[in-house]
């Protein structure tokens, strides 16, 4: 699976965007990126993911860039309730039939939004 | 987004008990569901995979033996924690997927051996 660096934490003023980046540099052409964050105490939770193009959703943006060796995931007006561990992942296809592909986790950034 | 359960919330348990923890998935068929566990202050670790009506797949590491899975249905796994000693206090995550769909977590379970 390719690995992904990411902060190990980061602020940002409630209202604004908060911008959180990751690099995958030694991604592969056909695994995707993957976002999830996990607030204190709870199992972690799906924001959106990509292959390619920019995603976006009711959560947040995905910008890919176009080398797909790094990314960014936008949250446009972050709140108090944001305030969680983000992680980047590189998703493994895995192999054979019936193998499953596996999300495995780093250490994530830890986001802070604050008054 | 797909629920995905875990009971209980809590457990805490006497060294050398077991202790069994539910997954369940609530308004989906999962055809795949994982189980990670989380240490404080570290991130979550994978522990195993498993596939509805087959044997568990168990990352390196992580005794087979100690952490039985079963996953007898597209909507029920479970995790039993056999002999625990304080060392298996932890937070325990589990996981389900459909094939080629996003993966859903479920709130986990706070493991406490005394």
């Known amino acids: 699976d390719a690995k992904t660096t990411q902060p190990t934490s980061m602020d940002c003023a409630e209202g604004r965007a908060a911008n959180l980046p990751c690099n995958h540099s030694?991604?592969?052409?056909?695994?995707?990126v993957y976002w999830y964050r996990q607030i204190h105490s709870q199992g972690p939770q799906y924001i959106i993911h990509?292959?390619?193009n920019n995603e976006t959703n009711e959560m947040a943006s995905l910008i890919i860039t176009e080398d797909r060796k790094s990314s960014t995931l936008i949250l446009p007006h972050a709140t108090l309730r944001d305030t969680a561990v983000y992680y980047c992942?590189?998703?493994?296809?895995?192999?054979?039939?019936?193998?499953?592909?596996?999300?495995?986790f780093g250490t994530g950034t830890r986001l802070q939004v604050t008054l | 987004g797909a629920v995905v359960s875990q009971h209980p919330s809590r457990v805490i348990c006497k060294s050398g008990t077991s202790v069994k923890i539910e997954c369940r998935s609530l308004?989906?068929?999962?055809?795949?569901m994982f189980w990670y566990r989380q240490f404080p202050k570290q991130s979550l670790m994978l522990m195993a995979t498993?596939?509805?009506?087959?044997?568990?797949?168990?990352e390196q590491g992580v005794e087979k033996d100690k952490f039985l899975i079963n996953h007898a249905s597209l909507t029920l796994s479970t995790l039993t924690v056999t002999s625990a000693h304080p060392e298996d206090s932890s937070f325990y995550i589990c996981?389900?997927?459909?094939?080629?769909?996003?993966?859903?977590f479920g709130p986990g379970t706070r493991l406490t051996v005394t």
């Open positions: 990509g292959l390619k």
């Open positions: 308004d989906f068929q999962a055809t795949t």
């Open positions: 498993s596939n509805e009506g087959s044997k568990a797949t168990y």
């Open positions: 030694t991604i592969s052409g056909n695994e995707y």
């Open positions: 992942i590189v998703r493994s296809t895995g192999q054979g039939s019936g193998t499953a592909s596996k999300l495995t």
């Open positions: 996981s389900a997927r459909v094939r080629g769909k996003e993966q859903y």
